[in-house]
């Protein structure tokens, strides 16, 4: 079953997404793979401390995504593939680069000055 242990809430961001990006990074990541058993909605909603409605949006989202395949009183597990995966990838770090870029115009630097940044960092 995959854990929620590492999951750690932040402020400012619906929890029902911070769940939808805690295990499309655990995909990429490669801790969650096809198959893989998610916890019951009333059993992460305790866990979290949270609405089992909450749960239930961040589930109703995975399912609409086809990330997760869920039946009434059964349970829900991951429904992947690498095609999935790559998806999923490539939208994560599309959302994320373009904050970063983003942040980096908000503060001034210019193309060649955030590339070296970059680029240090790499290395």
């Known amino acids: 079953m995959i854990s ?5 809430m932040e402020e400012g961001i619906p929890i029902y ?14 801790e ?16 979290l401390g949270v609405n089992p409605n909450t749960v239930q ?10 990330l997760i395949c869920s039946h009434t009183g059964a349970k829900s597990y991951m429904v992947l593939d690498e095609k999935k995966v790559e998806q ?3 939208e994560l770090l599309k959302s994320d680069v373009k904050s970063v870029v983003q942040s980096m115009k908000q503060m ?15 290395d």
């Open 4 to 8: 929620f242990d590492d999951f750690h």
């Open 57 to 66: 949006k961040a589930y109703r989202q995975l399912e609409e995504e086809n």
């Open 88 to 90: 999923i990838r490539r």
């Open 108 to 122: 001034g630097l210019s193309k060649s000055e955030a590339l070296r940044l970059i680029q240090a960092y790499w």
């Open 32 to 47: 969650f793979h096809n198959g893989d058993e998610l916890p019951s909605r009333r059993m992460l909603s305790a866990l």
């Open 17 to 30: 997404q911070q769940i939808l990006l805690y295990l499309k990074r655990g995909v990429v990541a490669g």
